[in-house]
């Protein structure tokens, strides 16, 4: 087996390769093709502009016989890893985590994976990995059986994506929600670069006012129909108002005509805004993640 850093020659082939392994790296990690798009179209884009090298830096593609066999990626730059495998491999997660450990010389190292993996706490155990709080959960949702579509809330229409002409619109609504006083129109633009990204995906609730009240991005992977959404935002000034579960239904409904199957949202744990609001959407299952660590050496 050969580790060899990720670079953009290496991008078509590591999307085949994460599509060939949905569900289950979905099940596993909490990943698909969506949140790798995410990963590297996403705000880590800019950030490799201001510092190049940061994707064959985070992410590593693992080899065995000339194909990609595992993608280790540390999603934000830190210590957070995964491993993507297409099937319980255990001797490859074992030399996928005995390699970063070796590369991370000792620096803290946590991995999230799903809490009933079993295979991958025996591998993390023995590599003395002790298990800590649930740091993620993971909601599934079937879209073959969707009822009708909640309708908009008086004075907001659901619709989606006009193009450039609602970034600005669509950064005051993740400013809003989620803080952060930056320039979120740099990812939005990288992220319609991506080779699977379709505008109709990206759904808004409009109010009378021409402000975008809520937002939310979908993938759709037609040949598996594994799909996911993120983010799912709504502007303080109309939360409260059931626009979260309108444009997140309104999605789940362009995801299945796109030949979407099954879709996945991420949340923080049980007693979050976003757990509360998923639970709401009918979920067919639900997935824990919990943060397994090694202490620094």
């Given at each position: 087996?050969?580790?060899?850093?990720?670079?953009?020659?290496?991008?078509?082939?590591?999307?085949?390769?994460?599509?060939?392994?949905?569900?289950?790296?979905?099940?596993?990690?909490?990943?698909?093709?969506?949140?790798?798009?995410?990963?590297?179209?996403?705000?880590?884009?800019?950030?490799?502009?201001?510092?190049?090298?940061?994707?064959?830096?985070?992410?590593?593609?693992?080899?065995?016989?000339?194909?990609?066999?595992?993608?280790?990626?540390?999603?934000?730059?830190?210590?957070?890893?995964?491993?993507?495998?297409?099937?319980?491999?255990?001797?490859?997660?074992?030399?996928?985590?005995?390699?970063?450990?070796?590369?991370?010389?000792?620096?803290?190292?946590?991995?999230?994976?799903?809490?009933?993996?079993?295979?991958?706490?025996?591998?993390?155990?023995?590599?003395?990995?002790?298990?800590?709080?649930?740091?993620?959960?993971?909601?599934?949702?079937?879209?073959?059986?969707?009822?009708?579509?909640?309708?908009?809330?008086?004075?907001?229409?659901?619709?989606?994506?006009?193009?450039?002409?609602?970034?600005?619109?669509?950064?005051?609504?993740?400013?809003?929600?989620?803080?952060?006083?930056?320039?979120?129109?740099?990812?939005?633009?990288?992220?319609?670069?991506?080779?699977?990204?379709?505008?109709?995906?990206?759904?808004?609730?409009?109010?009378?006012?021409g402000r975008i009240a809520a937002y939310c991005r979908g993938n759709v992977d037609p040949d598996s129909g594994v799909c996911s959404i993120?983010?799912?935002?709504?502007?303080?000034?109309?939360?409260?108002?059931?626009?979260?579960?309108?444009?997140?239904?309104?999605?789940?409904?362009?995801?299945?005509?796109?030949?979407?199957?099954?879709?996945?949202?991420?949340?923080?744990?049980?007693?979050?805004?976003?757990?509360?609001?998923?639970?709401?959407?009918?979920?067919?299952?639900?997935?824990?993640?919990?943060?397994?660590?090694?202490?620094?050496?």
């Amino acid at each position: 087996m050969t580790p060899e850093p990720l670079t953009d020659a290496h991008l078509d082939e590591a999307i085949d390769f994460l599509r060939s392994a949905n569900p289950f790296a979905e099940h596993t990690w909490g990943w698909e093709t969506g949140r790798f798009i995410d990963w590297r179209w996403g705000g880590n884009a800019v950030r490799d502009q201001k510092e190049p090298g940061f994707f064959g830096r985070h992410g590593t593609i693992i080899r065995r016989d000339d194909a990609i066999a595992a993608l280790v990626i540390a999603e934000v730059g830190a210590d957070d890893h995964c491993i993507l495998t297409a099937t319980e491999d255990g001797e490859l997660v074992d030399f996928a985590v005995t390699w970063l450990l070796k590369e991370r010389d000792g620096e803290q190292l946590t991995l999230l994976p799903w809490d009933e993996a079993i295979w991958v706490h025996a591998v993390l155990t023995e590599l003395g990995f002790e298990k800590g709080d649930a740091a993620e959960l993971g909601w599934g949702y079937d879209l073959t059986s969707l009822g009708d579509l909640p309708k908009a809330p008086e004075g907001f229409v659901i619709d989606s994506l006009s193009g450039e002409v609602d970034y600005p619109e669509i950064n005051r609504c993740l400013e809003g929600a989620f803080g952060g006083n930056r320039d979120r129109v740099p990812m939005l633009r990288s992220l319609a670069t991506n080779p699977m990204f379709r505008a109709e995906l990206n759904v808004v609730a409009r109010s009378v006012d021409g402000r975008i009240a809520a937002y939310c991005r979908g993938n759709v992977d037609p040949d598996s129909g594994v799909c996911s959404i993120d983010p799912v935002a709504t502007h303080p000034d109309f939360q409260g108002r059931g626009l979260g579960k309108a444009i997140v239904s309104a999605c789940f409904a362009t995801q299945a005509r796109l030949g979407g199957r099954e879709s996945y949202i991420g949340s923080a744990p049980e007693g979050s805004a976003g757990s509360r609001l998923y639970r709401t959407l009918g979920p067919v299952s639900k997935r824990s993640y919990s943060a397994w660590s090694k202490p620094p050496q």
